[in-house]
């Protein structure tokens, strides 16, 4: 079913996609290198690429939030979650999260950190 999918877009289409993939290739690169320098830079080309593939992507909502994020020291991000839901993951180098936690203060932050044994729960908003 996906191939048919696939098969029925458009060459330019076809495009925008392989491009997102050969930045998803050098983002895995970088993290499996522990070197993540332009990191920030591929998640902000990436959602580039992905906001020309369908109106549904964005809306003004999210795109001034992602403004935002960026103009308060963020490298680039990524929409996570399914349509209707879901949150952003943004890149921030350490000598921009200051300047970025100050500017988004009125937006739920969770700082992260990359790890090897997985992932774990560090907000539970459900908790008595």
Do not use: C, H
């Not at 990524?78 to 890149?91: D, E, H, M, Q, T």
């Not at 350490?94 to 729960?121: A, H, Y």
């Amino acid at each position: 079913m996906a191939k048919s999918f696939v098969n029925n877009l458009s060459n330019k289409k076809k495009k925008e996609i392989t491009n997102i993939n050969e930045i998803l290739i050098e983002a895995k690169k970088q993290l499996n290198s522990n070197s993540i320098t332009n990191f920030g830079y591929l998640l902000n080309e990436s959602w580039k690429i992905k906001r020309t593939l369908s109106k549904k992507v964005s809306n003004n909502k999210i795109d001034q939030l992602y403004n935002q994020a960026i103009s308060s020291g963020s490298d680039g991000g990524k929409l996570l979650g399914a349509g209707g839901g879901g949150f952003f993951v943004f890149y921030v180098k350490k000598k921009n999260q200051k300047k970025f936690l100050s500017k988004m203060k009125n937006t739920l932050v969770i700082p992260f950190s990359f790890e090897d044994s997985g992932s774990s729960i560090i907000v539970n908003t459900n908790a008595k």
